[in-house]
């Protein structure tokens, strides 16, 4: 069973330009999850999709990130612009359905902006 | 709100060495309690988790009871093994918060 995949692995941008992230989950996964881990850190809740509802987007900063789950399958997280700080590993993960199902991640898309 | 907190690293043993890591959670209600392991160039992995309280997680030797009275699911190992080195990271999940909490991560270097 093919895992989740994420893609690009690694992206290099300058500050002010826009970003995209693209996350496949694993097949008949209704819960999808983006994380971001600063380095050092532990990932951090950005936004959790049940299929195509957004339905936790507490943490993400709407004035720069967006996210969308088209068809409620796969997903796209964006910033524009991006800033220093927006340096960071973007995580995607799904589940079945409830969080107390075990959450399965992606590798991962390590982001520097310069 | 809840919280996840681990003991400090880099943790350096030598191989065959008793491994522990502490966790403390702080959280309203019965949180599950998860480790996950984050190998060098790779995803983070499940290794275990319990859902209520005296359960007890295991795999690959690694084990972690779930203590209410103590708030602590410590992360132990009787003879740990080079390919154990990763980063390590205790989580929880809050009971309808339908999210995974987690502490900042102990990174673990076995020696041969």
């Known amino acids: 069973e093919a895992g989740v995949v994420q893609s690009p692995r690694y992206k290099i941008i300058e500050k002010k330009q826009p970003v995209a992230f693209w996350c496949n989950p694993i097949?008949?996964?209704?819960?999808l999850y983006w994380y971001r881990q600063n380095l050092g850190q532990g990932p951090e809740l950005l936004i959790r999709?049940?299929?195509?509802?957004?339905?936790?987007d507490s943490q993400l900063p709407k004035d720069r990130f967006s996210a969308e789950r088209l068809k409620g399958v796969d997903s796209t997280l964006k910033i524009q612009p991006a800033e220093l700080g927006d340096s960071a590993v973007y995580l995607c993960?799904?589940?079945?359905?409830?969080?107390?199902?075990?959450?399965?991640f992606g590798p991962g898309t390590r982001l520097t902006v310069l | 709100g809840n919280s996840v907190t681990q003991m400090e690293g880099p943790v350096t043993l030598s191989e065959e060495a008793f491994l522990t890591i502490n966790c403390t959670y702080t959280a309203t209600g019965y949180p599950s309690l998860f480790w996950y392991v984050q190998y060098p160039g790779e995803g983070l992995q499940l290794l275990l988790k319990?859902?209520?309280?005296?359960d007890k997680g295991s795999n690959k030797g690694f084990e972690a009871t779930y203590r209410k009275e103590t708030t602590s699911f410590h992360l132990e190992k009787g003879s740990v093994q080079v390919s154990d080195s990763a980063v390590y990271f205790c989580a929880l999940s809050g009971r309808g918060a339908q999210k995974l909490v987690f502490g900042q991560g102990t990174r673990l270097t076995i020696n041969p």
């Open positions: 097949s008949g996964h209704n819960t």
């Open positions: 319990a859902t209520k309280a005296d």
């Open positions: 999709y049940e299929n195509e509802e957004a339905v936790d």
């Open positions: 993960a799904s589940s079945l359905a409830a969080v107390t199902d075990t959450q399965y």
